[in-house]
């Protein structure tokens, strides 16, 4: 567990404002921030049921993704978490006398309008033409080099900068599958993070990775594990292809995105993702997985990504990164006990159409009524329409997975993921043209391959979602699944092995203290750790309340702010100076007790 000492560390000796800490198992160290939890300094974002945003060919912001948050530590990283339904399709219209065989949209994740000034956070969907995939998923990014103060987060979506000049694109943000179904979920979130915090380890960068099998090019990770009883959570988010490498063959492929630690998979179990295509498909887009892995010992370890053919399947071409999107390798040391943090990985595969899925359910007691719960689900998700040659909704199908907490939607939003898929059959787009007239050598999208494409998509999916006002105490979390339309054949998960040999998935939800700055009133300022003060809700702790010792940082003092060098007098007042004779017995001064006059003795949210 973390947690805050009452001595300074055995190595070096605590300033009055700094913080001790002591990870079991590891070695004492002095520190700045306050730990409300294992890791964070803050946590902000937004969770919204949100109507979808049609985009053209220009670059422009996507409304209503985005929210502002106040920056505290100058050396601090950002932490993007980012989910959405997303769909791009090619215009119909000819480009210099021919029809657009493929394009592809852009979503970038911006700061006070601009790309993040270590490099940006974006990823790239692609399709051919005729697809029209509104799919959701998510991916993750990291950020340094943003200065202290007040920013505006913003999604903005625009064609792919690449090497086709007639790159025209129709891209959808947010797509509503109706019938009965909430709009789409929206999850945009940024966590401020202490750059060496010693239990967060991530590497994330740009660039392609060709390889169909081994382990990949910059997306690895080497770290100290501080406990020998920790769990790690790791989590992957890149842009993944699948395309068959001999054309001429019947048949799919499949591959599979695999974390390793020390070159192995995990010891109790694969964390992992497949993407599954037909032949002629070749679909780059963003995919990410979030696992634990526990039994790995304190000690100097390597976490990396392997990539190879899925068990089964063979002549497959896998690619990594696109067009130099981002990506984001993540491995966390999550301390036992620690009783934020809640999860179930299974490896089975429901292959039901409607209802509670049967493997994944996780029961907690949530700690605390001021905090809001960030739930997650990861897995292989298929939707495929039983149908052929029936009009509209014959032919297509949607599929809709959502989290329940205690056999309903979250309150504040339901957190869900969509699936919309449709069958093209080829006599219906014969009219578009032949091989020499339309489609030059772009022969693997020729209309008579169309018929199967991306309709069978059995690919690794992540959604996520802020639910808020849930109360304290025991809750439980399941995830429901329906078809909003259309005759649709429904997998969750896909290649999977009870027996931890295949990819699995994960329920998540981890408990998170809203940032003071997310309250707008004095009613709602209720956190131990906020204060009103006038017209904002500042984060104080509590002074420690002497008369003769001057506060080693900002402390609330009864309902007053005494700044750091004033005196909190055990009677709850403010004072330039010490009294010369106090009314009550002040605490004895030992360098022990400094370390109690600091913004945190207070609390922390592991116990």
Known sequence: MVQITTSPAKSETCKKDQLCYSPDGGKEACQDEEKKDPYLIDVHGITKNMAHHHSGPKSEKVPGRTFTFVKKKEDSIL????????????????YKGRFIDGCAGRWEIKIDGKSCPSGGIYQDWYVHRFQDSHRTNGWGGVCKGVSVGKHTVQVYVGPTPWHHGWNIMDAFTGWHAGHGTPRATVHLEVQEIPEAYPLYHYKSGEGGDARDSGHLTGRHISFKKLNKDSNLRLYYSDNLRVMVRDVHRQGACA?????????????????AGDVYIHRHENPHRPKSMVGYCDGVDAGDHKVDVHV???????????????HNSHYLLEAEEVPKPYDMVHYNMQRQTDHRDAGILNNYKVTFTKKNSETRLRLLFTENLRAYSRNHHKPHHGTTCSADWEIFVDGKSCGSASIHAQIYTRRLEANHISHNGGWANHHGWWWWVWPAHFANQDTNPHRVRTFAGFCDDV??????????????????????GWKNDPAGKGPGGTLEAIEFFRPCNEFDSKAECKQPRCHWDEDECIDLAECPGSDKVGVGADCLCGEKKAEKGKYCYED?????????????????????????LLPQALIVAVT
Do not use: M
């Open 79 to 94: 932490r993007f978490l980012y989910t959405d339904t997303f769909r791009v399709l090619c215009t119909p219209h000819r």
């Open 255 to 271: 591959c599979r995105w695999s974390i390793h630690i020390d070159g192995k998979e995990c010891p109790t179990g694969y964390v």
């Open 308 to 322: 190879s053919t899925t068990p089964g399947y063979g002549h497959c071409d896998c690619h990594t990164g696109w």
């Open 471 to 492: 109360s304290q105490g025991e809750h439980t979390l399941t995830v429901n699944l329906k078809s909003p339309f259309g005759n649709c054949d429904l997998w969750t």
């Open 572 to 596: 709850k007042t403010v004072h330039d100076g010490v009294k010369e004779e106090a009314k009550s017995a002040a605490r004895i001064w030992t360098p022990h007790v400094g370390l109690l």
